[in-house]
């Protein structure tokens, strides 16, 4: 893909994009939120029973 070509498509998807509605933007906030929440948790059990095991 050429650099021509990387900048027509580039144009075509910056004239389709529109600003997400603020339902949508809280629905991908509470979303990330979630997913953060759930990788912590996750690491944070793994952390307590390794320590559980080694002590």
Known sequence: MGLR???QSAGRLL?????PAWNEL???IKICILGILV??????IIKLLS????T
């Open 39 to 44: 990788i912590g948790a996750i690491g944070f």
């Open 5 to 7: 070509t990387f900048l």
């Open 26 to 28: 809280w629905l991908s």
């Open 15 to 19: 004239r389709q994009a529109k600003k």
């Open 51 to 54: 320590s559980l095991m080694l």
